[in-house]
Protein backbone atom coordinates (compact mmCIF):
# COMPACT_ATOMS: atom_id res chain seq x y z
CA UNK A 1 0.00 0.00 0.00
CA UNK A 2 2.75 2.34 0.96
CA UNK A 3 4.04 1.95 -2.91
CA UNK A 4 0.71 2.76 -4.15
CA UNK A 5 0.31 5.94 -2.46
CA UNK A 6 3.87 7.12 -3.26
CA UNK A 7 2.47 6.84 -6.88
CA UNK A 8 -0.72 8.96 -6.38
CA UNK A 9 0.61 11.09 -4.33
CA UNK A 10 3.04 12.46 -7.14
CA UNK A 11 0.54 11.91 -9.82
CA UNK A 12 -2.10 13.77 -8.39
CA UNK A 13 -0.70 17.46 -8.93
CA UNK A 14 -0.16 16.85 -12.49
CA UNK A 15 -3.42 16.66 -13.11
CA UNK A 16 -3.76 22.89 -9.69
CA UNK A 17 6.07 40.02 -0.71
CA UNK A 18 8.20 37.91 -2.68
CA UNK A 19 12.05 37.38 -2.16
CA UNK A 20 14.50 38.18 -5.28
CA UNK A 21 17.35 35.52 -3.83
CA UNK A 22 17.18 31.89 -3.86
CA UNK A 23 16.46 29.86 -0.41
CA UNK A 24 19.14 27.42 0.06
CA UNK A 25 17.42 24.53 -0.27
CA UNK A 26 16.03 25.63 -4.01
CA UNK A 27 16.77 23.09 -6.15
CA UNK A 28 15.62 24.53 -9.48
CA UNK A 29 19.02 25.32 -10.92
CA UNK A 30 18.87 21.80 -11.41
CA UNK A 31 16.03 21.30 -13.97
CA UNK A 32 16.01 21.98 -17.71
CA UNK A 33 13.65 24.70 -18.29
CA UNK A 34 10.59 23.30 -20.08
CA UNK A 35 9.25 21.66 -17.32
CA UNK A 36 5.10 21.00 -17.55
CA UNK A 37 5.01 21.33 -13.79
CA UNK A 38 7.41 21.03 -10.86
CA UNK A 39 6.61 19.15 -7.31
CA UNK A 40 8.43 20.71 -4.08
CA UNK A 41 8.09 17.89 -1.15
CA UNK A 42 8.42 19.54 2.00
CA UNK A 43 7.37 16.77 4.31
CA UNK A 44 7.08 13.69 2.44
CA UNK A 45 5.63 11.61 5.30
CA UNK A 46 3.06 14.45 5.81
CA UNK A 47 2.13 14.34 2.17
CA UNK A 48 1.54 10.66 1.87
CA UNK A 49 -0.72 10.22 5.23
CA UNK A 50 -2.68 13.57 3.46
CA UNK A 51 -3.13 11.96 0.22
CA UNK A 52 -4.10 8.10 1.71
CA UNK A 53 -8.09 6.80 0.28
CA UNK A 54 -7.94 10.99 -0.82
CA UNK A 55 -11.31 10.96 -3.05
CA UNK A 56 -9.99 13.34 -6.02
CA UNK A 57 -7.34 10.80 -6.10
CA UNK A 58 -8.99 7.86 -6.84
CA UNK A 59 -11.53 9.64 -9.52
CA UNK A 60 -8.19 9.49 -12.00
CA UNK A 61 -7.02 5.81 -11.81
CA UNK A 62 -8.74 4.73 -14.83
CA UNK A 63 -7.18 7.91 -17.06
CA UNK A 64 -4.84 7.08 -19.60
CA UNK A 65 -2.58 9.78 -18.54
CA UNK A 66 -2.65 8.57 -14.70
CA UNK A 67 -1.45 4.55 -16.05
CA UNK A 68 1.18 6.39 -18.10
CA UNK A 69 2.70 8.50 -15.59
CA UNK A 70 2.19 5.50 -12.69
CA UNK A 71 4.47 3.32 -15.12
CA UNK A 72 7.16 6.07 -15.50
CA UNK A 73 6.83 6.60 -11.47
CA UNK A 74 7.20 2.73 -10.64
CA UNK A 75 11.01 3.52 -9.83
CA UNK A 76 9.96 6.18 -7.11
CA UNK A 77 8.30 4.10 -5.23
CA UNK A 78 11.24 1.73 -4.54
CA UNK A 79 13.75 4.94 -3.40
CA UNK A 80 14.80 5.46 -0.01
CA UNK A 81 13.84 9.42 -0.45
CA UNK A 82 14.23 12.39 2.27
CA UNK A 83 11.65 14.37 3.93
CA UNK A 84 12.54 17.06 1.31
CA UNK A 85 12.68 16.30 -2.37
CA UNK A 86 11.52 18.00 -6.04
CA UNK A 87 10.02 16.23 -8.88
CA UNK A 88 9.80 17.49 -12.02
CA UNK A 89 7.78 16.63 -15.03
CA UNK A 90 8.51 16.93 -19.00
CA UNK A 91 6.64 15.86 -22.12
CA UNK A 92 9.22 14.19 -24.49
CA UNK A 93 7.55 13.64 -27.22
CA UNK A 94 3.99 13.94 -27.44
CA UNK A 95 1.79 12.24 -24.64
CA UNK A 96 4.91 11.01 -23.06
CA UNK A 97 6.17 12.28 -19.78
CA UNK A 98 9.03 11.73 -18.09
CA UNK A 99 10.37 13.16 -14.42
CA UNK A 100 13.41 14.07 -13.01
CA UNK A 101 14.23 14.00 -9.16
CA UNK A 102 16.67 15.87 -6.96
CA UNK A 103 16.57 15.14 -3.13
CA UNK A 104 19.31 14.74 -0.72
CA UNK A 105 22.35 11.62 -1.23
CA UNK A 106 21.44 8.74 1.39
CA UNK A 107 23.62 6.17 2.35
CA UNK A 108 21.03 3.15 -0.02
CA UNK A 109 19.45 4.31 -2.23
CA UNK A 110 16.42 1.50 -2.59
CA UNK A 111 14.17 1.23 0.24
CA UNK A 112 12.05 -2.32 -0.83
CA UNK A 113 13.77 -3.95 -3.65
CA UNK A 114 16.63 -6.14 -2.84
CA UNK A 115 20.04 -4.58 -4.16
CA UNK A 116 20.65 -8.59 -5.75
CA UNK A 117 17.86 -7.98 -8.01
CA UNK A 118 18.92 -4.52 -9.43
CA UNK A 119 20.80 -4.61 -12.40
CA UNK A 120 23.34 -1.83 -12.45
CA UNK A 121 25.14 -0.44 -15.40
CA UNK A 122 27.52 2.47 -15.08
CA UNK A 123 28.60 5.28 -18.24
CA UNK A 124 29.64 8.34 -18.29
CA UNK A 125 28.58 11.79 -19.64
CA UNK A 126 30.87 14.76 -20.09
CA UNK A 127 32.85 13.78 -17.20
CA UNK A 128 29.90 12.82 -14.92
CA UNK A 129 29.13 9.37 -13.86
CA UNK A 130 25.57 8.42 -14.65
CA UNK A 131 24.78 4.96 -13.52
CA UNK A 132 21.51 2.78 -14.68
CA UNK A 133 19.10 0.67 -13.02
CA UNK A 134 17.31 -2.26 -14.05
CA UNK A 135 14.22 -4.63 -12.09
CA UNK A 136 11.29 -6.37 -12.90
CA UNK A 137 10.17 -4.31 -15.60
CA UNK A 138 11.09 -0.64 -14.21
CA UNK A 139 14.48 1.24 -14.96
CA UNK A 140 16.18 5.17 -13.97
CA UNK A 141 19.06 6.96 -14.12
CA UNK A 142 20.73 8.44 -11.11
CA UNK A 143 24.09 10.60 -10.52
CA UNK A 144 25.64 12.96 -8.11
CA UNK A 145 25.73 17.31 -8.76
CA UNK A 146 26.91 19.42 -6.17
CA UNK A 147 26.05 17.06 -3.08
CA UNK A 148 22.76 16.24 -4.31
CA UNK A 149 21.58 12.84 -5.98
CA UNK A 150 19.12 13.46 -9.35
CA UNK A 151 17.25 10.22 -10.47
CA UNK A 152 15.43 10.06 -13.80
CA UNK A 153 13.41 8.08 -15.84
CA UNK A 154 15.05 9.15 -19.23
CA UNK A 155 18.39 9.18 -19.63
CA UNK A 156 18.03 12.41 -22.04
CA UNK A 157 16.40 14.24 -19.55
CA UNK A 158 19.85 13.16 -17.24
CA UNK A 159 22.12 14.04 -19.61
CA UNK A 160 20.59 17.33 -20.39
CA UNK A 161 20.88 18.49 -16.70
CA UNK A 162 24.20 17.45 -16.80
CA UNK A 163 25.11 19.64 -19.86
CA UNK A 164 23.07 22.86 -18.58
CA UNK A 165 24.54 22.64 -15.35
CA UNK A 166 27.18 25.60 -15.54
CA UNK A 167 24.80 27.32 -17.61
CA UNK A 168 20.94 26.87 -16.56
CA UNK A 169 19.42 29.99 -15.49
CA UNK A 170 15.85 29.86 -13.45
CA UNK A 171 13.46 31.88 -14.89
CA UNK A 172 12.76 34.92 -12.07
CA UNK A 173 9.26 34.73 -11.95
CA UNK A 174 9.34 30.85 -10.96
CA UNK A 175 11.80 31.26 -8.39
CA UNK A 176 10.16 34.24 -7.25
CA UNK A 177 7.29 31.56 -6.52
CA UNK A 178 9.31 29.39 -5.22
CA UNK A 179 10.88 31.07 -2.75
CA UNK A 180 7.52 32.41 -1.82
CA UNK A 181 5.81 29.13 -1.30
CA UNK A 182 4.35 28.10 2.35
CA UNK A 183 7.15 25.72 3.42
CA UNK A 184 4.79 24.76 6.54
CA UNK A 185 2.75 22.78 3.95
CA UNK A 186 3.27 19.36 2.88
CA UNK A 187 4.02 19.66 -0.40
CA UNK A 188 3.87 22.98 -3.85
CA UNK A 189 3.01 22.34 -7.11
CA UNK A 190 4.36 24.64 -9.84
CA UNK A 191 2.77 24.51 -13.40
CA UNK A 192 4.33 25.71 -16.49
CA UNK A 193 1.62 27.72 -18.39
CA UNK A 194 3.68 29.10 -21.09
CA UNK A 195 3.02 26.50 -23.68
CA UNK A 196 0.49 23.94 -24.03
CA UNK A 197 0.44 21.72 -21.10
CA UNK A 198 -1.51 18.41 -20.96
CA UNK A 199 -0.90 17.75 -17.83
CA UNK A 200 -3.39 20.53 -17.05
CA UNK A 201 -5.57 20.02 -19.89
CA UNK A 202 -5.83 16.12 -20.39
CA UNK A 203 -7.11 15.43 -16.84
CA UNK A 204 -9.01 18.83 -15.92
CA UNK A 205 -10.19 20.46 -19.26
CA UNK A 206 -10.65 17.48 -21.69
CA UNK A 207 -14.14 18.99 -23.12
CA UNK A 208 -12.84 22.70 -22.69
CA UNK A 209 -12.14 25.61 -25.40
CA UNK A 210 -9.97 27.28 -22.59
CA UNK A 211 -6.01 27.48 -22.85
CA UNK A 212 -4.53 27.76 -19.79
CA UNK A 213 -1.48 29.19 -21.89
CA UNK A 214 -3.34 32.35 -22.51
CA UNK A 215 -3.52 33.00 -18.45
CA UNK A 216 -0.22 33.31 -17.01
CA UNK A 217 3.25 32.07 -16.58
CA UNK A 218 3.60 30.01 -13.94
CA UNK A 219 0.98 28.68 -11.23
CA UNK A 220 2.41 28.26 -7.79
CA UNK A 221 -0.25 26.67 -5.54
CA UNK A 222 0.28 25.38 -1.35
CA UNK A 223 -1.40 21.72 -1.07
CA UNK A 224 -3.58 20.36 1.92
CA UNK A 225 -5.13 17.27 1.36
CA UNK A 226 -7.26 14.84 3.62
CA UNK A 227 -9.50 11.60 2.50
CA UNK A 228 -12.12 13.99 0.98
CA UNK A 229 -10.58 16.77 -0.20
CA UNK A 230 -7.72 18.52 -1.92
CA UNK A 231 -7.57 22.04 -1.08
CA UNK A 232 -4.85 24.04 -3.46
CA UNK A 233 -4.14 27.83 -3.42
CA UNK A 234 -1.66 29.95 -4.63
CA UNK A 235 -1.00 32.89 -6.70
CA UNK A 236 0.02 33.11 -10.51
CA UNK A 237 2.57 35.16 -12.26
CA UNK A 238 2.94 36.65 -15.93
CA UNK A 239 5.64 38.81 -17.18
CA UNK A 240 4.47 42.72 -18.18
CA UNK A 241 5.12 42.05 -22.26
CA UNK A 242 2.47 39.33 -22.38
CA UNK A 243 -0.90 39.71 -23.42
CA UNK A 244 -1.70 37.19 -20.19
CA UNK A 245 -5.20 37.15 -18.67
CA UNK A 246 -4.26 37.85 -15.31
CA UNK A 247 -2.46 41.19 -16.57
CA UNK A 248 -6.03 42.64 -17.09
CA UNK A 249 -5.64 42.66 -12.92
CA UNK A 250 -2.48 44.12 -12.81
CA UNK A 251 -2.63 47.25 -10.45
CA UNK A 252 -5.40 46.33 -8.91
CA UNK A 253 -6.16 44.66 -5.57
CA UNK A 254 -8.55 41.39 -5.09
CA UNK A 255 -10.95 41.43 -2.66
CA UNK A 256 -12.74 39.09 -0.56
CA UNK A 257 -14.59 36.39 -2.96
CA UNK A 258 -18.83 36.50 -2.25
CA UNK A 259 -20.00 34.40 -5.11
CA UNK A 260 -19.15 30.96 -3.49
CA UNK A 261 -21.53 31.89 -0.47
CA UNK A 262 -24.02 32.14 -2.69
CA UNK A 263 -23.64 28.99 -4.87
CA UNK A 264 -26.13 26.35 -4.41
CA UNK A 265 -25.37 23.20 -2.52
CA UNK A 266 -25.66 21.20 -5.50
CA UNK A 267 -22.46 23.15 -7.94
CA UNK A 268 -19.71 21.73 -9.28
CA UNK A 269 -17.39 24.44 -9.20
CA UNK A 270 -17.27 28.16 -8.60
CA UNK A 271 -15.04 30.41 -10.67
CA UNK A 272 -14.30 34.45 -9.47
CA UNK A 273 -12.60 37.31 -10.15
CA UNK A 274 -12.75 40.02 -8.16
CA UNK A 275 -10.74 43.74 -8.10
CA UNK A 276 -10.83 47.21 -6.00
CA UNK A 277 -9.96 49.02 -9.20
CA UNK A 278 -12.48 48.03 -12.15
CA UNK A 279 -11.22 51.73 -14.01
CA UNK A 280 -7.55 49.93 -13.95
CA UNK A 281 -9.51 46.83 -14.91
CA UNK A 282 -11.18 48.34 -18.42
CA UNK A 283 -7.79 50.30 -19.22
CA UNK A 284 -5.89 47.23 -18.84
CA UNK A 285 -8.31 45.41 -21.45
CA UNK A 286 -6.98 48.27 -23.85
CA UNK A 287 -3.57 47.76 -23.16
CA UNK A 288 -3.46 44.00 -23.02
CA UNK A 289 -6.62 42.98 -25.34
CA UNK A 290 -6.42 45.92 -27.59
CA UNK A 291 -9.71 46.05 -27.34
CA UNK A 292 -11.95 49.69 -26.96
CA UNK A 293 -13.30 50.34 -23.85
CA UNK A 294 -16.65 49.47 -23.21
CA UNK A 295 -18.89 51.83 -21.91
CA UNK A 296 -20.92 50.35 -19.31
CA UNK A 297 -21.73 51.67 -16.04
CA UNK A 298 -21.86 48.04 -13.99
CA UNK A 299 -18.56 47.46 -15.31
CA UNK A 300 -17.48 50.53 -14.02
CA UNK A 301 -18.49 49.89 -10.97
CA UNK A 302 -18.27 45.94 -10.37
CA UNK A 303 -16.12 44.59 -7.22
CA UNK A 304 -16.51 40.50 -8.73
CA UNK A 305 -17.19 38.77 -11.56
CA UNK A 306 -18.37 35.20 -10.89
CA UNK A 307 -19.24 32.05 -12.69
CA UNK A 308 -21.38 28.94 -11.20
CA UNK A 309 -20.91 25.35 -12.49
CA UNK A 310 -24.26 23.18 -12.05
CA UNK A 311 -24.77 19.50 -12.70
Given at each position: ?122 FSYENTTITKYQWEGA ?77 ADWIALDVTAGQEELL ?80
Amino acid sequence: MFMKYRILLLLVLVLSCTKEQSTPDSFLHFFPQSANAILKINNLGRFESELKNNYFISKTEKSKLYEAIRQKLRPVTALSLEENCTVAFYEIGKGNFEFLLVTAPSPQIFATVNPEDIAQTTFSYENTTITKYQWEGAQCYSTSMKQQLLIGSSQLLLENAIRLDASNIVPPGLQRLYDTADPNTSAAIFINLERKNELISAPLLPESDIEPETFADWIALDVTAGQEELLLSGVTIASDSTANMINLFKGTTPLSNKVSSIAPQNANAVLSFSCNEPETFLLNQKEYLDVALVENEALRAFEEFGIIYLN
